[in-house]
């Protein structure tokens, strides 16, 4: 298949009602487990990749494996730059043959992040690329930027419509309480549906994206820290929680941390089971797969992706 764009996939995913996954890569073994688990349950899907993933896999390899993956395969998967810090961190993606990317210009004041999308918009649209934005403020850590919960701000519902309407752009993420990384809350896990209800009431059917949306699961968890691993107060969105975003109107939800803990896991499994292997193949396989299993969990009883 082509490297497509997210615009028809978001259409069919809002006419079926279901949640198209966008899943962060890194690696070889991370991109495999995800394509492997899109094509065994007949889902289309994001693969993304953030600007330090970007340097550490090094562009033209990434670029390769991403061209592998399509080939490989019988789904639709489109190529999206997670959280580009400014024009020229997207304008580089578009040239490198990304279908999609996002300006986050959440740092921003709303003129200032107005500004900056339209920029990053009129040069992607050139090259018939797709671009998200995001309004609005997650807490947590994403490349390097460290946002405070006290820095963090929800989306104002009238602003979500005026910013869209003012950039032009494809799809937009909110701030409804979601946060990236293992620590998302310290009482019980709670989103804001009111918020993104009102969103959705002012922008129907215009694509809405949640990030920091990993579930990080329990035993997920417990075996990386029987393993030797210490992941403390690790707390994600509870998979019936992105049901229900989904249910009201998201339709990208961004995975990273779970994919993270999910491979972190298998690692130390592996070396504490046999700690006289030195074949990367018998951890970094167990990993892949592990990621697989994570993901087809996620399209089949999550975001009801699957065709299959
Ligand atoms: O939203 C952030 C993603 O989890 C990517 O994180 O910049 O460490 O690759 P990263
Ligand atoms: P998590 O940290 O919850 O996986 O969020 C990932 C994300 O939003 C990537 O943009
Ligand atoms: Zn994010």
Do not use: W
């Amino acid at each position: 298949m082509a490297l497509v764009t997210t615009k028809e996939m978001f259409k069919k995913a809002y006419e079926g009602g279901y949640a198209i996954g966008a899943f962060n890569i890194n690696n070889m073994e991370i991109l495999q487990g995800i394509v492997d688990a899109a094509e065994e349950t007949g889902s289309n899907v994001i693969v993304q990749v953030s600007s330090s993933a970007l340097k550490y896999a090094r562009p033209t390899y990434l670029k390769k494996l991403v061209e592998a993956a399509v080939e490989d395969s019988t789904i639709d998967i489109a190529l999206h730059l997670d959280h580009g810090a400014d024009f020229e961190a997207c304008k580089t993606a578009v040239d490198l043959g990304f279908t999609s990317v996002m300006i986050d210009g959440s740092h921003h004041d709303f003129e200032g992040n107005i500004a900056v999308t339209k920029e990053v918009v009129e040069y992607a649209h050139s090259k018939g690329v797709v671009v998200e934005a995001e309004l609005g403020r997650l807490a947590g850590v994403e490349d390097e930027v460290n946002v405070s919960a006290e820095d963090s701000s929800y989306t104002d519902p009238q602003q979500a419509k005026e910013f869209v309407e003012k950039t032009g752009v494809d799809s937009l993420a909110i701030a409804i309480g979601t946060s990236h990384g293992a620590n998302k809350f310290s009482g019980e896990p709670k989103l804001e549906f009111g918020i993104l209800k009102e969103i959705m009431e002012l922008l129907p059917n215009f694509p809405l994206v949640l990030h920091g949306a990993s579930s990080v699961y329990p035993e997920a968890v417990q075996l990386c820290n029987d393993n030797g691993g210490e992941l403390k107060g690790a707390c994600g969105v509870p998979d019936e929680m992105l049901r229900e975003a989904n249910r009201l109107g998201v339709c990208k939800i961004n995975v990273d941390t779970d994919l993270r803990i999910a491979f972190t896991g298998q690692v130390r499994k592996a070396f504490n089971d046999n700690p006289a292997n030195f074949d990367p193949r018998k951890y970094l396989g167990p990993a892949r797969d592990e990621i697989k299993r994570v993901v087809a969990h996620k399209m089949i009883n999550v975001f009801g992706s699957n065709t299959k």
